[in-house]
Nanobody, 115 residues
Framework: QVQLVESGGGLAQAGGSLNLSCTAP??????LGWYRQAPGKQRELVAS???????SYADAVMGRVTMSRDNANNRVYLQMYSLKPEDTAVYYC???????????WGQGTQVTVSS
């Protein structure tokens, strides 16, 4: 079973920061980006890689998150700054197998921001 391993979530105060990571099981998996799902809400895109290797961000997090890639370790990071209570959600990374194009999700990591 394919496993994307997310880590780095936790409890933070408003204004604080967290650094999430997502590790794919191998180089055959391309991590596409990060999503989040707050209680009672639909899963939404937070950040995704663009075709030129850059990153695009949702308006809600623009200027407060940075996504980066560590190809050597099949890992993607999501650095989150100036956290707000509305950032509270389970954060998921998504990847695609480069041959089969099958998509996979991680198990999610909880981020809770207190006011």
């Amino acid at each position: 079973q394919v496993q994307l391993v997310e880590s780095g979530g936790g409890l933070a105060q408003a204004g604080g920061s967290l650094n999430l990571s997502c590790t794919a099981p191998g180089a055959n998996f391309n991590i596409l980006g990060w999503y989040r799902q707050a209680p009672g809400k639909q899963r939404e895109l937070v950040a995704s890689f663009t075709r030129d290797g850059g990153a695009s961000y949702a308006d809600a997090v623009m200027g407060r998150v940075t996504m980066s890639r560590d190809n050597a370790n099949n890992r993607v990071y999501l650095q989150m700054y100036s956290l707000k209570p509305e950032d509270t959600a389970v954060y998921y990374c998504k990847a695609v197998h480069v041959w089969s194009r099958t998509e996979f999700w991680g198990q999610g990591t909880q981020v809770t921001v207190s006011s």
